[in-house]
T-cell receptor
Framework: GAVVSQHPSWVICKSGTSVKIECRSL??????MFWYRQFPKQSLMLMATSNEGSKATYEQGVEKDKFLINHASLTLSTLTVTSAHPEDSSFYIC????????????FGPGTRLTVT | KQEVTQIPAALSVPEGENLVLNCSFT??????LQWFRQDPGKGLTSLLL?????REQTSGRLNASLDKSSGRSTLYIAASQPGDSATYLCAVPGGGSEKLVFGKGTKLTVNP
């Protein structure tokens, strides 16, 4: 149980275009989803936290107009990188957690974004 | 601000050896700590989650301990195998919230 999927697993796009990444909880309802970014040989950095039906909360330094997050249902959150640039190339990972006291997060397999 | 440090950054051992990975955190007011494994180019696999009321958790050849008061956790891997080669990350909630703060990881290589 507690499986999280991401789509696509990798994507290459041209500078200036937008890319949407999906994160789905397959066998549980995710009240909260998180989006992380990981640069090569670096650890994960939280970008934003999204709760179903409400606006995402962005971490300091993350541009909310550039990284659009939508958490429209209890099983789906999307991250759209708008007007992508080469410096946005990174590994994007989502996680999801259920309601309850354990606060355990379940992670997706990640999406490799390359902007040329 | 919560900060997580993992030592060593990299570790190379022969197959069969027992090993310990270390994780320290600055704010001891946590409600859990998680250890993850990450293979190259892949997402995270949760290995163990220790609640703040627990001192250790075991799963197969893995044993994780937690000492909240000293801000430390260790991950013990018994009888290491080449398949254990990966980067191991520890993470704790930051600032009393559910947001996770990650260490930079320990890259483990187990040589056959």
């Amino acid at each position: 149980g507690a499986v999280v999927s991401q789509h696509p697993s990798w994507v290459i796009c041209k500078s200036g275009t937008s890319v949407k990444i999906e994160c789905r909880s397959l066998d549980f309802q995710a009240t909260t989803m998180f989006w992380y970014r990981q640069f090569p040989k670096q650890s994960l950095m939280l970008m934003a936290t999204s709760n179903e039906g409400s606006k995402a909360t962005y971490e300091q330094g993350v541009e909310k107009d550039k990284f659009l997050i939508n958490h429209a249902s209890l099983t789906l959150s999307t991250l759209t990188v708008t007007s992508a640039h080469p410096e946005d190339s990174s590994f994007y990972i989502c996680s999801a957690r259920t309601s309850g006291s354990s606060y355990e997060q379940y992670f997706g397999p990640g999406t490799r974004l390359t902007v040329t | 601000k919560q900060e997580v440090t993992q030592i060593p950054a990299a570790l190379s051992v022969p197959e069969g050896e027992n090993l310990v990975l270390n994780c320290s955190f600055t704010d001891s007011a946590i409600y859990n700590l998680q250890w993850f494994r990450q293979d190259p180019g892949k997402g995270l696999t949760s290995l163990l989650l220790i609640q703040s009321s627990q001192r250790e958790q075991t799963s197969g050849r893995l044993n994780a301990s937690l000492d909240k008061s000293s801000g430390r956790s260790t991950l013990y891997i018994a009888a290491s195998q080449p398949g254990d080669s990966a980067t191991y990350l520890c993470a704790v909630p930051g600032g009393g919230s559910e947001k996770l703060v990650f260490g930079k990881g320990t890259k483990l290589t187990v040589n056959p």
